[in-house]
């Protein structure tokens, strides 16, 4: 989420900073056109206006004229400036929000890196468990089919010793029984 939120304020920053680069672009070929122009026109000053001769009713019309074309050249100038400064300010961001999206990207790679690491060590100790459960339970099998052999065998000696009371075995009675005092 971090990803796409920087990636759209990358998206919204480049796109500022296009729309600000064609301003200035459009600004930088006005002021070429109005240098250009001042430049044949030779130097304004309210001197050469005056001497010039002419008309003396429009002489303050001509100075008036100079000063406005003098202060909308200061406005462009000064709009410029500023749109300049955005740019940069634009670019700045812009390279600070590119840094971040590959340090998300780098992190993802590393978060990515780390799960794939786990699920194989997972997966070994799954293989490892499995190994274990199958040997328990051939070891189960095993038992119980020795006490399925003990069990048959138990039967067959009771089945004999009925069959055959006292045959061959003699009581020993002088012996005491488990768990009997003495004499």
Known sequence: AERRAVRDELARAGAGHD???????????LLGRLLASRY???PPDALRAVLAGGDPNELPRRLYYLAELSR???????????????????????RERAARLDAIEGERRTERQKLLTQ?????????????????QRRELKALLADETRLSRLVQEIGLVIRARPRAG???????????????
């Open 119 to 135: 699920g194989r060590e997972r997966r070994r100790l799954l293989a490892q468990l499995s190994a274990e459960i199958r040997r």
């Open 40 to 42: 044949l026109a030779g």
């Open 169 to 183: 075995f003699v009581r020993n009675e002088s012996v005491p029984a488990a768990g009997a005092s003495g004499p």
């Open 72 to 94: 909308a050249s200061a406005r462009l100038i000064d709009r410029m400036r500023a749109d300049l400064a955005e740019l940069l300010r634009l670019e700045e961001r812009s």
């Open 19 to 29: 729309a600000l680069a064609a301003s200035t672009a459009r600004q930088r070929a």
